[in-house]
């Protein structure tokens, strides 16, 4: 049974840090594409940044880039997404994905075939 399970999110201060945490179980991180998605209130969900964990090809929306590094820890299993110098724009709920193919428009959720459940994260003073 795949899973994917988001932890790390929370409340922090503008220009704050925050580290996203996406577990994976029941695939392995070899042959496919991790991504995280945000979607904030009354908007769409947002692709933010993605990776293939094949090639560690990294990819990120314009707004968070030189501001967020995506990893992946193929032994664990887990993929990272560091998040530093936060805007409350960034405000969101974030979802990481799980896309079992080699070739995929990563900005489009409908790529992905695996969700996790979401964490919170709130930029706010």
């Known amino acids: 049974q795949v899973q994917l399970v988001e932890s790390g999110g929370g409340l922090v201060q503008p220009e704050g840090s925050l580290r996203l945490s996406c577990a994976a179980s029941?695939?392995?991180?070899?042959?496919?594409?991790i991504g995280w998605f945000r979607q904030a209130p009354g908007k769409g969900r947002e692709g933010v940044s993605c990776?293939?964990?094949?090639?560690?090809?990294?990819y990120y929306t314009d707004s968070v880039k030189g501001r967020f590094t995506i990893s992946r820890d193929n032994a664990k299993n887990t993929v990272t997404l560091e998040m530093n110098s936060l805007k409350p724009e960034d405000t969101a709920v974030y979802y990481c994905?799980?896309?079992?193919?080699?070739?995929?428009?990563?900005?489009?959720?409908?790529?992905?075939?695996?969700w996790g459940q979401g964490t919170q994260v709130t930029v706010s003073s």
């Open positions: 994905a799980a896309a079992m193919d080699r070739s995929i428009e990563w900005r489009s959720p409908y790529e992905f075939q695996y």
């Open positions: 029941g695939f392995t991180l070899d042959y496919n594409h």
């Open positions: 990776i293939s964990t094949l090639y560690g090809k990294t």
